[in-house]
């Protein structure tokens, strides 16, 4: 425990000895305040981990490369997670340029999740490019997940479908 003096030989001394109990006291609390909570910690998953293992409570985030000017986009899609199981916790972007986001720079985009209830279920990433999905926005999936119509140089549509990433969650 700290403890302070006051000098009683000027009024600048208690007043300075008066602000820094007052600095004293608010700094030493009962220890009683309510904070975050910090027993929930999030668990970064890499990409190509397809089979996950989460305890009720559990959270965990997978971070994925996008870019809007190439129309590079990723989307949660069917089948989505059964929500006694595992739950969408939603979606963080961060630039790849920094704080600040430079024109036709990528982005990281970070889906979040929390295992909810004992079970397994799954659910799909769609990883949409300009040449393998048509009718897409960085916030609308595509109509459909085949090769978009965008005919290539030599006149005939693309052969590429969307890449989909199907993920298995287990909570115990």
Not at 62 to 88: C, F, G, I, K, M
Not at 160 to 171: F, G, S
């Amino acid at each position: 425990m700290r403890t302070a003096s006051i000098s009683r030989g000027s009024r600048g001394g208690a007043a300075l000895a008066a602000a820094a109990l007052l600095a004293l006291a608010t700094g030493c609390g009962s220890g009683t305040d309510e904070q975050a909570d910090d027993s929930t910690s999030t668990t970064s998953r890499a990409v190509n981990d397809t089979s996950i293992t989460a305890e009720p409570g559990e959270r965990f985030t997978l971070t994925v490369d996008q870019n809007a000017s190439t129309r590079e986009y990723w989307y949660l899609v069917d089948p989505e997670p059964d929500s006694s199981v595992l739950v969408s916790r939603g979606q963080d972007h961060a630039s790849d340029s920094g704080d600040e986001p430079a024109p036709g720079a990528g982005r990281k985009l970070t889906f979040a999740f929390e295992a909810k209830g004992r079970g397994t279920t799954r659910f799909t990433l769609l990883h949409c490019t300009f040449t393998t999905c048509e009718g897409n926005t960085s916030t609308l999936p595509p109509r459909t997940t085949g090769p978009a119509a965008t005919p290539t140089a030599s006149g005939a549509p693309p052969a590429q479908a969307p890449e989909r990433i199907t993920y298995t969650v287990t909570v115990g």
